[in-house]
């Protein structure tokens, strides 16, 4: 029984989520409470899920871009910014061109899903490699929001648009949570019950390969950085609305680091081919909770980087496929000194 836990695909993900939490329950002894405020819940445990909706956004695209090409996106922390940014001009008070809250949100959703198609030609037609290719707007795209908000901060004064950051009405929870799980039990499904998912791991494994059994390998990897970007741009809007302002330096700023190592942590290979997203899912909420854990222990944001890097290594090196043959090892070799014992 055990041994077959432990061998599950999710055992080390569910595993480096559980010892995380762990700590907080030695730490920090109100880590787990939760009550209502304003109608609200309320409690880091919500924080991590609320605050965390829009990495698990991204998570899920980077984890698409992942298996179909066996590369990441770097971009998508700029073109949620980018598309954020668009929002809150076209929403902007007094501006000639403001629009409609709606109106607002598909065009910076279309202003996305442009990048990725941008991205996607340069990776799936040009055959660049994909951090290579999503360098340019990594940098294009941080920079058309600073030009969008004159490089400061672009408050706008929309209760609409601050609302997409509140709660449910008539349910105490926020609604940025319902985008991010809504969102990937649609990707999840839609993945499961078709074919798309085979297809994705099949590009990712054997691009060539696939092509010749009938794939359209080009469609499957313009597919997968298009809807990486539409779910940035999502992000974005949402990172907008929850300070009720556009902040083209600030906004999901290194939000793809953080996208990348929940990938890793979700147990996926980096070099694309068969993936989890359940995993994913798992890394992101892992990545968001350490960084709350943090805070909730006085860590300044200065120094937060350097013991979030520290924790992630320990918790990618347990990962690793080194440690996990070394551990192998490990039990066969108990396996048989129990035989010669038993003998």
């Given at each position: 029984m055990l041994r077959k836990m432990t061998?599950?695909?999710?055992?080390?993900?569910?595993?480096?989520?559980?010892?995380?939490?762990?700590?907080?329950?030695i730490m920090?002894?109100?880590?787990?409470?939760?009550?209502?405020?304003?109608?609200v819940f309320y409690g880091y445990m919500i924080d991590i899920l609320n605050r965390g909706s829009e990495l698990i956004l991204i998570t899920i695209g980077m984890t698409l871009?992942?298996?179909?090409?066996?590369?990441?996106?770097?971009?998508?922390?700029?073109?949620?910014?980018?598309?954020?940014?668009?929002?809150?001009?076209?929403?902007?008070?007094?501006?000639?061109?403001?629009?409609?809250?709606?109106a607002a949100f598909v065009l910076s959703l279309l202003l996305a899903a442009l990048c990725g198609l941008f991205n996607g030609f340069l990776v799936a037609k040009l055959q660049i490699q994909p951090m290579v290719a999503t360098l340019i707007l990594y940098t294009a795209a941080r920079g058309g929001a600073q030009l969008l908000t004159n490089g400061g901060v672009y408050t706008i004064k929309v209760p609409k648009f601050k609302s997409l950051a509140g709660a449910i009405p008539g349910i105490p929870l926020q609604i940025p949570i319902a985008i991010a799980f809504i969102t990937f039990l649609i990707v999840f499904v839609i993945l499961e019950r078709t074919a798309l998912k085979m297809s994705i791991e099949a590009?990712?494994?054997?691009?060539?390969?696939?092509?010749?059994?009938?794939?359209?390998?080009?469609?499957?990897?313009?597919?997968?950085?298009?809807i990486t970007a539409i779910l940035a741009g999502i992000a974005g809007v949402i990172s907008c609305a929850r300070i009720g302002a556009a902040d083209a330096?600030?906004?999901?700023?290194?939000?793809?680091?953080?996208?990348?190592?929940?990938?890793?942590?979700?147990?996926?290979?980096?070099?694309?081919?068969?993936?989890?997203l359940t995993g994913s899912l798992i890394g992101a909420i892992t990545?968001?909770?350490?960084?709350t854990s943090l805070y909730a222990l006085n860590v300044s944001?200065?120094?937060?980087?350097?013991?979030?890097?520290?924790?992630?290594?320990?918790?990618?090196?347990?990962?690793?496929?080194?440690?996990?043959?070394?551990?192998?090892?490990?039990?066969?070799?108990?396996?048989?000194?129990?035989?010669?014992m038993a003998e």
């Open positions: 061998s599950h695909k999710l055992f080390m993900p569910v595993f480096c989520l559980a010892m995380v939490l762990l700590v907080n329950v920090t002894p109100t880590f787990f409470q939760i009550t209502i405020r304003e109608g871009v992942g298996a179909s090409c066996g590369g990441v996106d770097i971009s998508v922390g700029s073109v949620a910014a980018f598309s954020g940014a668009l929002c809150c001009i076209c929403l902007g008070d007094g501006a000639a061109y403001r629009m409609p809250l709606v590009v990712g494994m054997n691009r060539k390969a696939a092509k010749l059994v009938g794939i359209k390998t080009e469609r499957i990897i313009f597919g997968c950085f298009v330096t600030n906004n999901n700023a290194s939000i793809e680091m953080d996208a990348i190592l929940a990938f890793a942590l979700g147990g996926n290979l980096m070099s694309g081919g068969k993936f989890s990545i968001q909770t350490l960084t944001a200065a120094q937060l980087p350097l013991y979030k890097a520290l924790i992630v290594i320990v918790i990618v090196a347990i990962q690793s496929p080194g440690v996990q043959e070394m551990i192998a090892r490990l039990k066969k070799k108990k396996e048989a000194e129990r035989q010669v």
